[in-house]
């Protein structure tokens, strides 16, 4: 196959950070190259000297409507760039010819309406770009096209339209979704059509919506959201064929067309935004989310959470990701423990009885976060997936003896930042689902991935082709083990993550998963309703008959003893010793052995 021949849409020679990063990633393909740059060079319509101060006292009187927004934006704008992950530079603009691109420049000063609105090109233009044979025209510039553009090249015009087309047309984007406390911003990649954003969906992807800023919001969703373009074209690329959003049979937009807010809405959405930063930085100062454990024996078919035995631990830390395991009548949770002093986790193991944790024992502690220990067996033989994202790796453990020494296998996958994976046994093949951040500006809660492999131990992972199958930061997250049900359903647990982390499970039916295609269906969701004040819950294990899952809440941070009631007296003294350990490393043999590196501790100088 002939690789893809693109050409861009620009205003003059500019591209916007995050518009840069999509063509770079599409060059290094190799398979996708550049034939055209069409630069918009429209000469500005705003008169200068004398006839700027008369365009000014004309438009007076619509001006000072705009008065409030623009000055709230400017306010938005200036805390936006504050953003510590960086993504506030995902807007700043770049030149042409910084990036590897040495395409021929078509500059175009097309046809305007006269709002300023729409864009037609002329035919002599028109001419021009058809002899350069394009596949895909990318729409980073001009006003909304119409007209034959649309069909200048074999796949047509593609453009961003950043919020969810069913629900969202207009703008400005990332702010509507703020104003109305949505939990989260949905994006469509799109072939343009004569309709307003209501082309051909080639792709969607929601994401959480940040609370706090409408720009904010903005620049975290487009920082995120590239993906959807590079994996468009690299599917185009790699079949042949266009890919196409899942549709639904009606269509039917019974919203407002959106523009910007007026006083009072910009007005509401700069006050919701002040008093959730207030309201944050409160919290922050006086009160930590502490997670605590509930499990109990019962079918996950007929649970009430509120009978569950809970598990509060001491106040230096939080329990997580429960995984129930069941040895010699014993009932065991592995967990992720994580100290705030140090904020990085590490797998632990739990006796538990009742209310009580009858024994405290580190499994892995190393110089990297640690969370989520998947357990499961295979030729009787116990092992362990935790998180290990930090590392840039995910890493399979045997169990040498249980509960605390445990043998490093192999990587089961490097060079990703992947959290919370997952194994499911189905159809005499092992499937490997976990959630990837593929850049820097991305976040773990958004894309799912799935590989595929005949065997668990030895390797051999293969990507799904349809990869990643799932771009919702509202059921993509892992939150625990699949659910086996008599009938043969199998339902996956996943996090629900909106404005803020770890809100609710969401439960969904797994329709069809194969080595070439993974879909699933929405069931409901288990949201934290069972006790006052509970700010979310995101975990859900079973292991025969034990259930395990997680909460979360506010506790003071003046804190300082565990209560009588999260441990008993001997359990505290075995937390304290084992807080005592260093970070081990593996022997001679490479077997992590925790107990030793605890003993070694205690009896070491210091």
């Not at 640690?370 to 790796?393: A, R």
């Not at 269906?521 to 975990?539: I, K, Q």
């Not at 022997?587 to 030793?596: I, K, P, S, T």
């Amino acid at each position: 196959m002939r690789p893809l021949r693109i050409g861009l849409l620009l205003e003059g020679q500019k591209l916007q950070r995050w518009q840069a990063w999509c063509v770079e990633a599409l060059l290094e393909r190799g398979d996708i190259t550049v034939e055209l740059a069409i630069c918009n060079r429209t000469p500005s319509p705003v008169p200068t000297g004398a006839r700027k101060q008369l365009h000014r006292l004309r438009n007076l009187p619509s001006r000072l409507n705009e008065v409030p927004w623009i000055v709230l934006n400017r306010a938005d704008q200036r805390f936006a760039r504050r953003d510590r992950s960086g993504a506030g530079t995902i807007i700043e603009e770049m030149d042409l010819t910084s990036l590897s691109v040495e395409a021929p420049k078509l500059d175009v000063i097309p046809h305007a309406s006269t709002s300023g609105l729409f864009h037609w090109f002329s035919d002599d233009d028109l001419a021009t770009i058809e002899q350069y044979d394009l596949d895909i025209l990318f729409r980073f510039g001009f006003a909304i096209l119409r007209g034959p553009i649309l069909n200048a090249a074999r796949y047509g015009v593609w453009s961003f339209h950043h919020a969810d087309n069913r629900v969202n047309r207009g703008g400005p984007p990332g702010f509507w979704e703020v104003a109305r406390n949505e939990p989260v911003t949905g994006v469509i990649l799109q072939r343009l059509s004569e309709q307003l954003d209501n082309g051909q969906v080639l792709a969607r992807g929601w994401y959480s919506t940040n609370p706090m800023s409408w720009n904010r919001n903005f620049h975290r969703v487009l920082a995120q959201s590239r993906t959807l373009l590079t994996d468009a074209v690299s599917h185009l690329a790699h079949r042949g064929e266009v890919p196409q959003a899942n549709t639904e049979p009606v269509n039917i937009y019974c919203h407002p067309l959106y523009r910007e807010p007026d006083a009072r809405a910009a007005l509401s959405a700069a006050t919701r935004c002040a008093a959730r930063r207030l309201q944050g930085k409160f919290h922050n100062e006086t009160t930590r989310r502490q997670w605590h454990l509930l499990w109990g024996k019962v079918s996950v078919n007929d649970l009430s959470v509120r009978r569950l035995n809970r598990l509060i631990p001491p106040p230096d830390r939080f329990w997580a990701d429960p995984f129930p395991y069941t040895v010699n009548g014993q009932n065991w949770l592995f967990v992720e423990e994580l100290f705030y002093a140090t904020d990085r986790g590490r797998i632990v193991a739990l006796q538990v009885e009742g209310n009580r944790v009858v024994r405290h024992v580190v499994v892995l502690d190393l110089p990297y976060h640690l969370s989520y220990p998947f357990l499961f067996e295979h030729d009787d033989v116990l092992y362990m997936i935790p998180e290990s994202g930090t590392s840039g790796t995910i890493n399979l453990w045997r169990c040498e003896r249980f509960p605390d020494q445990w043998v490093l296998v192999h990587s089961m996958l490097a060079d990703v930042r992947a959290v919370d994976s997952t194994l499911l046994a189905h159809d005499g093949r092992y499937y490997l689902f976990t959630n990837i951040a593929r850049n820097a500006a991305a976040d773990h809660n958004t894309e799912l991935h799935v590989y595929v492999s005949d065997d668990p131990i030895d390797g051999g992972w293969r990507a799904l082709p349809n990869n990643p199958v799932l771009v919702d930061s509202r059921c993509a997250r892992m939150a625990g083990g699949f659910l086996h049900q008599p009938d043969g359903r199998i339902i996956r647990c996943a996090q629900f993550n909106g404005s803020s982390y770890g809100e609710a499970i969401a439960l969904r039916s797994v329709d069809m998963v194969t080595p070439q295609h993974y879909a699933e269906s929405g069931l409901g969701h288990l949201t934290p309703s069972w006790e006052p004040g509970l700010l979310g819950t995101h975990h859900l294990a079973t292991s025969g008959s034990t259930v395990a899952l997680d909460a979360c809440r506010h506790i003071p941070r003046w804190s300082r003893r565990p209560r009588r009631h999260s441990l008993s007296d001997t359990v505290a003294g075995a937390v304290r010793a084992s807080d005592e350990q260093v970070s081990a490393v593996p022997n001679e043999r490479g077997v992590y052995d925790a107990a030793q590196s605890a003993s070694d501790s205690r009896t070491a100088p210091r």
